[in-house]
């Protein structure tokens, strides 16, 4: 692998930004059941579809007008700020209006123990709403991102005539051991 300069911090943003949002991707459908989404609504945040049209019409602009580190910059404020999204109903009550139902109806385990009560969350509430949004605007950055970071880490490994496997290799591993890290941590 080649040696870690300055000019190679593209390499060591790939590593932390794709661990970071990996960690993200893998808990929040969790979260989401914490805040009482059931899973059709979970389902819903995740198929909106909005990097389908923007991601290549954004990578076509950087592109175009060869802005491509003021788009990274830019999304990458984005996906910091956008990642916090998913934390606003912790901090600020949204108003919600919906009632709790046992949720033993909802299981097959039949030692579930009956006193377990969970929030049902309408399809049109403001918390619905809000993770909509945050799961949209994450998917969406990180597509760009992932494809900015992927396109500066082969460019600076043609630059070295250094494999990009090795590097593809160690994102992964480096994700994995945050997840499992992250895994423990949320455990204990």
Known sequence: MAKFDIKSVAL?????TTASVSVYEEF???????????SQQIGITNLCGVQHIFIPLLL???DRYRV????I???S???AISSLLLLLPIVVSLPTCFGTTSGSDNSLNSTEFVGVQRQNVPWMSSLFLVMIVSRSSMTFLEGVAYSLASLAT????DNERVRYGSYYMWRHVG????IVTSAIIAWR
């Open 12 to 16: 060591q943003w790939y590593f932390f």
């Open 28 to 38: 929040s459908h969790v979260f989401m059941k914490q805040f009482g989404l059931n």
């Open 60 to 62: 076509y602009v950087g």
């Open 68 to 71: 491509r580190n003021l788009v």
């Open 73 to 75: 910059w830019i999304v």
């Open 77 to 79: 404020l984005l996906l």
């Open 154 to 157: 082969i460019t600076y490994l």
């Open 175 to 178: 994700t994995s051991v945050l």
